[in-house]
């Protein structure tokens, strides 16, 4: 079983780990610890069996919601962990007034645009050469929320 909560500042040993696991480039424990202080962030972890498995963050910025990262430790891939914190990602996000979202993906990331459309997502254009490790370009992609107030249809 799958839990989803907050990220704290106990998590990031293991978050810092799964970062290394699944990037290029990956975030620094500081970036991480200021996240945690930001205002205007969301970050929560996936837990199964009191282990942190994944993580998933995004910047609210007025109506918008800009996912700032999603990774799941590889032994956890493929178990649906990053769907369910897109999910409750975007249903804390929809509290905070978020109505529309923004990710940023690389195109040879297959298993994510999979996810992405799955979910919703909508290629709406690229930023040429955004990732500086591989100069690979990024998809920009956007999912709009129902505005109800129940929040249907997330």
């Known amino acids: 079983m799958v839990k989803i909560r907050p990220m704290d500042y106990d998590d990031l040993d293991r978050i810092i780990e799964i970062e290394n696991l699944s990037f290029p480039t990956p975030w620094s424990r500081y970036a991480f610890t200021c996240e945690l202080g930001n205002d205007f962030a969301i970050y929560l972890v996936a837990e199964v069996g009191g282990l942190v498995v994944g993580y998933s963050g995004m910047w609210v910025i007025l109506d918008e919601g800009h996912i700032t990262n999603v990774a799941v430790h590889p032994e956890h891939r493929g178990k649906q962990i ?3 914190l897109l999910l409750e990602l975007i249903k804390a996000g929809v509290v905070r007034g978020v109505r529309r979202v923004t990710l940023e993906v690389r195109p040879s990331n297959r298993a994510a645009l999979n996810l992405y459309n ?5 290629s709406a254009g690229r930023r040429k050469g955004y990732y500086s490790d591989t100069g690979e370009d990024a998809i920009i992609m956007w999912r709009h929320l129902d505005p109800s107030p ?3 249809g997330l």
Do not use: I, K, N
Request: aromatic share 10%.
């Open 82 to 84: 990053a769907e369910s």
């Open 118 to 122: 799955r979910l919703g997502f909508v």
């Open 150 to 152: 129940r929040g249907e």
